[in-house]
Structure formats: C-alpha cells, structure tokens
C-alpha cells in the first residue's frame, strides 16, 4: 500500500546510522507520518491502521509511526528502506530529510501475534520524496546566547573562604 502525500517527521533512514528504537536495543530505519487529511486517514483506519490524533498551531493532525528492522530475526542484515526522489532516481543524502517533507509512502502489512492478542502491522518499505524540505541541523548547542559580563564579588574578606 502506498500513502500519498504525507507529511514526513522525524525521519530516520540512514543506512548507515540506524536508530535504536524505543526500547533503545533494536536498529531500525523509521519516520513519522501525518495527515491533515480526514478521507486519508478513513482509508487508513479501513485496512487496519490506528492513527494518532494530536494538534498543533495549525489545527488537528493525524500520525502514525513505522519502522524497518535493521537486521532479521536470524541477525542478517535488511536492506536500508530505499528512498527516491520525484523522478525515482536514490536520494544520495537520507539525512537531508527534514520535518514536513511531502512524500509518498510504501508499506507492507503483515499480522502478528502477541500475548494472545492479534493485529495488523505495518513496515516501512520505501519513501518517494515530493517536496523535501531540507533539514537545517540543530545548530551550535549554544547558539542563542550572549556572552555576558559577570563581575567579581567585591565584599569577600577572606578569599580563602572562596574554596
């Protein structure tokens, strides 16, 4: 299945830099997907997905996280999630990916057993940007701030005392 048009956050799939997922001992490749769409997010919850309501300065947004395991169950590697640009040549640089890239999104369903219970999941199969939006970086940990002028306390009358 293909969702068109989402919106990309938190977008982590660089072959060579995993992330270490929630439980922080498990590498995968993952991003977060929103849509402000409702008819999208109908079509969502009919094949089985559970989005996310959430809101932010522009109103109510619909999300769903995915994921692909970096290795499989026997420890061999997966092949990285490929990602294409809108003229489905390989984006070199995965880690351009910014918050609010439009992109299509392929995924592949598969049913699981857990505890007894059952459902319907979904992997991250592959992205096909439509509008990047690129990331700028975090910036210098420190950027924002001003040096400031701290003068030396005058009233000590032991400087011993400093220690």
Do not use: C
């Amino acid at each position: 299945m293909i969702l068109k048009n989402v919106e990309l956050y938190w977008t982590k799939v660089d072959p060579s830099n995993h992330d270490m997922g929630f439980s922080g001992d498990k590498p995968q490749w993952n991003t977060q997907i929103r849509t402000r769409n409702k008819d999208a997010v109908s079509a969502w919850k009919e094949v089985g997905m559970n989005p996310k309501v959430e809101e932010d300065d522009d109103g109510i947004f619909y999300r769903i996280s995915v994921h692909k395991d970096a290795f499989n169950k026997q420890g061999q590697p997966n092949k990285p999630v490929p990602v294409v640009g809108p003229d489905l040549m390989p984006l070199e640089d995965v880690s351009v990916i910014g918050n609010g890239t439009v992109a299509n999104v392929k995924l592949r369903s598969f049913e699981w057993t857990f505890k007894s219970k059952t459902g319907i999941g979904f992997r991250l199969d592959a992205i096909q940007i439509v509008n990047l939006v690129e990331y700028a970086g975090g910036g210098d940990a420190v950027d924002g701030f001003e040096a400031i002028q701290v003068d030396a306390p005058t009233n000590l009358e032991d400087e011993d005392d400093l220690y």
